[in-house]
T-cell receptor, first 113, second 115 residues
């Protein structure tokens, strides 16, 4: 069975500091994608970053980067220079097959001014 | 990026009535849309996969007669909560994928409150 685990229900970070959100997953698929989605208080979820499993290079999107450890099935998200607007629920997700998504339970990120 | 819009964003209804929620892909065609339910401070639970022109595929434990899904066109899927009860109160979110990237585009969500 495919699973996605986020072991941190809640995290806090000081504005301008760096925070890392953890995610582990399990899948029997050889081809899959991993995602981090952000759900702000307005509730519409948006994509933060995507990683193709076949790519060794870690994905980066501006202040957001991932540490993808395929052998360890780990996919953490690093947010640098945290901003107040980064406060949200963050969901890690895996995708394979016909849009078969598995979401983690989420990590609530608080950004302290 | 692609845009998915949901309507209404909030709805309050009486127990026993039916409520329809619409999900539209505004700038792309979506042969497949997904309906999720989200409980407070919890993750998204996939309810069903909506397929244009065919019956929806429901996840285990989801009552198909309770949650009617219709995907009549390439840009519109609807979720109808029939004979709603207070336990159906929740946040319902639709999404659609575009291309082979795996990325999902989400609607704004619909908060249903059944009195």
């Amino acid at each position: 069975a495919q699973t996605v685990t986020q072991s941190q229900p809640e995290m806090s970070v000081q504005e301008a500091e760096t925070v890392t959100l953890s995610c582990t997953y399990d899948t029997s698929e050889s081809d899959y994608y991993l995602f981090w989605y952000k759900q702000p208080p307005s509730r519409q979820m948006i994509l933060v970053i995507r990683q193709e499993a076949y790519k060794q290079q870690n994905a980066t999107e501006n202040r957001f980067s991932v540490n993808f450890q395929k052998a360890a099935k780990s996919f953490s998200l690093k947010i640098s220079d945290s901003q107040l607007g980064d406060a949200a629920m963050y969901f890690c997700a895996s995708f394979s097959g016909t849009y078969k998504y598995i979401f983690g339970t989420g990590t609530r990120l608080k950004v302290l001014a | 990026g692609a845009v998915v819009s949901q309507h209404p964003s909030r709805v309050i209804c009486k127990s026993g009535t039916s409520v329809k929620i619409e999900c539209r892909s505004l700038d792309f065609q979506a042969t497949t849309m997904f309906w999720y339910r989200q409980f407070p401070k919890q993750s998204l639970m996939l309810m069903a996969t909506s397929n244009e022109g065919s019956k929806a595929t429901y996840e285990q434990g989801v009552e198909k007669d309770k949650f009617l899904i219709n995907h009549a066109s390439l840009t519109l899927s609807t979720l109808t909560v029939t004979s709603a009860h207070p336990e159906d109160s929740s946040f319902y979110i639709c999404s659609a994928g575009l291309g082979d990237t795996g990325e999902l585009f989400f609607g704004e969500g619909s908060r249903l409150t059944v009195l």
